[in-house]
């Protein structure tokens, strides 16, 4: 069965997204750190998927996470080939983007959540080995990509390639899925749990404020900040977090929501951005500045509607992807199989030339006379069992 609370989180993300690129507003970023959630959640899932089928899930997990890709590929990469963008080798890597494909000016703003996938991409094909390091030593593997971080930031390690970076930064809350998923947040005690997400939201907190970044104190510019105070949000979420959210289904509506938003997250996560960039010139033309409320929360409306007509239409690739039944609103009633149908058998005859007398302790049908001091019990026809088809969804 699917973990609403765990759904309610990754819907929470996503609209935190969408809403952050629409606005600007920093302060989302520390109200809801929204990617290193998402991760944290990824996370838990690989390690589900690698206890249940070993290395063979990464492959699955690949095989989910490409054709929405492939899709946005299909119809962006030809816009940019006519537009300016050369075409190289390296436009392969829209096909399994290892490292960043190449984009032309337009495309770079309208695809840089491309960032997301690649980072997933390599987080997914270092969990088996990741897993096994965790299992043997969780607390060293654990601090690894904050140590990794903390290097580079202080300038110790100053000269990281950027996969690396993005390892420290963004890793470290995956392997926290992995301590979600063995139980371990959840074991440790509140004397142990609180004062260290306490500890890691204050140090991330010191280090925003003392290295502000050219938006100020967004923690997307400041990635040490950033993984420190994302941590400690990870560790109450999901090590104090309620075992389910059942009251997310109390109202149809927003059960359905919620559903659907989990369902699409990765087409609404790659598309928002290009309907973001292309309602931006409302600002001029509209005169919706970011401070005009009204305006923000129009142009918030606007790109929701955008991203749920292509989520009508290309969101399916997401249940094919996971080898669920295409649906183009997921969430709806699924019909139930009904049991065996009536017998096409003649009905047996319950005359006496049909039965003849039975032998003493057997029934054929028509009970006989029960012995004295026992009631006669009816004879119980045997039914096969009925069939119920459970096609709960995978995230």
Do not use: C
């Not at 703003?109 to 996938?117: G, H």
């Not at 941590?231 to 359905?256: Q, T």
């Not at 309602?279 to 409320?293: A, K």
């Not at 004879?379 to 096609?391: D, F, K, L, M």
Request: hydrophobic letters at 55%; charged letters at 15%.
């Amino acid at each position: 069965m699917r973990n609403r609370y765990l759904d309610l989180l990754r819907f929470l993300a996503i609209v935190r997204v969408v809403v952050y690129h629409v606005t600007g507003w920093a302060s989302l970023t520390l109200v809801f750190p929204a990617m290193s959630v998402m991760f944290a959640l990824a996370g838990s899932l690989m390690a589900a998927s690698l206890r249940r089928s070993g290395a063979p899930a990464v492959g699955r997990r690949l095989r989910r996470l490409l054709p929405s890709l492939w899709v946005l590929a299909a119809v962006f990469v030809p816009a940019m080939l006519l537009t300016g963008l050369p075409l190289t080798p390296k436009v392969l890597l829209w096909l399994f983007p290892v490292a960043d494909p190449p984009a032309n000016d337009w495309g770079a703003l309208v695809l840089s959540p491309i960032w997301y996938l690649r980072d997933y991409l390599w987080f997914v094909l270092a969990s088996p080995v990741a897993l096994w390091l965790f299992r043997r030593a969780p607390l060293p593997t654990l601090l690894a990509p904050y140590a990794v971080l903390a290097a580079i930031e202080s300038g110790v390690y100053p000269n990281a390639p950027a996969a690396v970076q993005q390892f420290g930064l963004y890793f470290g809350a995956w392997l926290l899925g992995f301590a979600h998923q063995d139980g371990t947040l959840r074991r440790l005690p509140n004397r142990v749990l609180w004062p260290t997400a306490s500890g890691l939201v204050a140090a991330g907190g010191a280090w925003v404020l003392t290295h502000p970044g050219p938006r100020g104190y967004d923690l997307n510019d400041i990635p040490l900040g950033n993984a420190l105070w994302s941590a400690g949000f990870v560790l109450v979420l999901l090590g104090r977090g309620p075992a389910s959210a059942a009251w997310v289904d109390r109202s149809a509506l927003f059960g359905r929501v919620v559903t659907v938003l989990n369902r699409r997250a990765l087409t609404v996560y790659l598309w928002h951005m290009a309907f973001v960039v292309a309602l931006t010139p409302l600002v001029d033309v509209v005169g919706w500045s970011h401070q005009d409320r009204v305006g923000l929360a129009i142009r918030i409306a606007l790109v929701f509607a955008l991203v749920g007509v292509v989520t009508l239409l290309v969101g399916w690739v997401e249940d094919v992807a996971a080898r669920r039944r295409p649906e183009l609103i997921p969430g709806g009633r699924r019909p139930v199989p009904a049991g065996p149908g009536p017998s096409t058998r003649p009905p047996a005859r319950r005359d006496a030339a049909a039965h003849p007398a039975a032998p003493a302790g057997r029934d054929v049908g028509a009970h006989p006379a029960a012995p004295a001091g026992r009631a006669a019990v009816p004879r119980q026809r045997i039914r096969e069992p009925e069939t119920v088809e459970i096609t709960a969804g995978r995230p």
